[in-house]
């Protein structure tokens, strides 16, 4: 086989080449002289990343659902209520999760393509007068439904009722990707993984934390033992681990915060929006295909998925691209297996990658039955990459 093989799903998201290539060295010693000042650098550049000043951020050997457990098992007793609503896989799985911990969970249920109720929230906090709720979970990015929820008007809805709550936000689809203000929307515990915006392979966990969160963690009494803020922060505070860190992946990690950096927040998330709107305009052009997001309120900007044509297998959509054309597109999952397939737009991409996404698709929705022109789909990306092209893309450079 020649060529690339085309990652498009929305996690694990492509590597750029400096990272893979920072990554690429030998073992080093973890418990080394001038290791701690690598790592309490970088725990410290990761904060600009997740947009706090006055919070911290952890980096654990995890997948995200780690960062979950950490959030809830530090932060809360066992009882203890927590809002939480369900619009998609990932929603779902943090729901089980808080039951399985032994949390009473406020449930609201949403229909799928749709995301956080923020005034359902706004009512159910309102009437809480005794404060039994203590966190409020909000799935900023869903993924299985290409879903952004609004994470300020939840903090907004918080504050209007003068509830002291927890804010909690899954952002594994979202930090360093789209718009997310840790410090500004009040955010107690973000999580996040390495394998999305991060740009890395999975193998981290990475949560930000603020200083309420730290607060409330003091007196908590769910169990927790690996995923401790406390062990965590005695070693972290001199630049070491309580247990091994995945030193690669941390060398990757501080080069892919560079990149970040470098970009500046505010263009990476409006690259992501003009690669969403790229890939938007191509659904709309599909005749038959549709998002699966309910409005362009909801519409994410790092991952679409998309309703295939009445009578289009969307698995069989998926398996053409993967074995005909080497491109890898997202399934469905769950309630959405075999009626949708999903386009990933976040991490390292540009346009031109995103229109062999999309032809990747629209040859793949073809050879299954759908009634689309062919070149439909890339004619209306092109036109509005060319629309919006900036006057000129630099190439990363590393500064050291
Ligand atoms: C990928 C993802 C997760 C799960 O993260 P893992 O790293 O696979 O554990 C959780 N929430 C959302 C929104 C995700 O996209």
Not at 149 to 162: N, P, Y
Not at 221 to 235: A, E, G, T, V, Y
């Amino acid at each position: 086989m020649h060529g690339y093989t085309h990652l498009f799903i929305p996690g694990p998201t492509n590597i750029p080449e400096p990272v893979r290539q920072a990554m690429n060295i030998p073992m080093e010693d973890m418990r080394a002289p001038d290791f701690g000042g690598f790592v309490t650098q970088l725990l410290e550049d990761l904060k600009p990343v997740f947009r706090t000043r006055s919070g911290r951020v952890f980096v654990f050997p995890s997948s995200g659902t780690g960062m979950w457990e950490s959030a809830l098992s530090n932060t809360l007793s066992p009882g203890d209520r927590v809002l939480m609503s369900r619009f998609g896989q990932f929603s779902h799985l943090w729901v089980d999760m808080a039951e399985r911990l032994g949390l009473e969970v406020d449930l609201c249920e949403v229909e799928w393509g749709k995301g956080v109720p923020v005034e359902e929230y706004a009512a159910r906090l309102k009437a809480d007068t005794e404060h039994r709720i203590k966190a409020v979970c909000v799935t900023h990015n869903e993924t299985a439904t290409g879903v952004t929820s609004d994470v300020r008007a939840v903090r907004a809805a918080l504050d209007a009722a003068g509830h002291p709550a927890l804010l909690f936000v899954d952002g594994v689809s979202s930090i360093a990707s789209i718009e997310f203000e840790m410090e500004d929307w009040g955010v107690d515990c973000a999580v996040s993984g390495s394998q999305k915006g991060l740009m890395l392979p999975a193998g981290l966990g990475v949560l930000g934390v603020s200083q309420k969160a730290l607060e409330a963690s003091r007196t908590a009494k769910l169990p927790r033992c690996f995923f401790s803020f406390d062990d965590m922060i005695k070693l972290n505070d001199t630049g070491y681990f309580p247990y091994t860190p995945a030193t690669q992946l941390l060398r990757g990690l501080r080069v892919s915060v560079d990149m970040l950096l470098a970009e500046g927040m505010e263009n990476v998330w409006a690259r992501h929006r003009r690669l969403a709107e790229g890939v938007r305009a191509a659904v709309a052009a599909w005749d038959g295909c549709e998002l699966v997001s309910r409005g362009p309120e909801w519409r994410s900007d790092t991952v679409s998925a998309i309703y295939a044509p009445d009578g289009v297998d969307a698995a069989a959509v998926i398996r053409t691209a993967y074995e005909k054309y080497q491109t890898s597109l997202g399934t469905g999952l769950a309630q959405l297996a075999g009626r949708a397939f999903r386009i990933g737009h976040l991490g390292s991409l540009n346009p031109v990658m995103l229109c062999a996404a999309v032809s990747a698709a629209e040859m793949a929705l073809l050879d299954n039955g759908a009634r689309i022109a062919p070149g439909s789909g890339v004619a209306a990306a092109i036109e509005h990459f060319r629309a919006t092209a900036p006057a000129e893309v630099l190439p990363f450079r590393k500064s050291a």
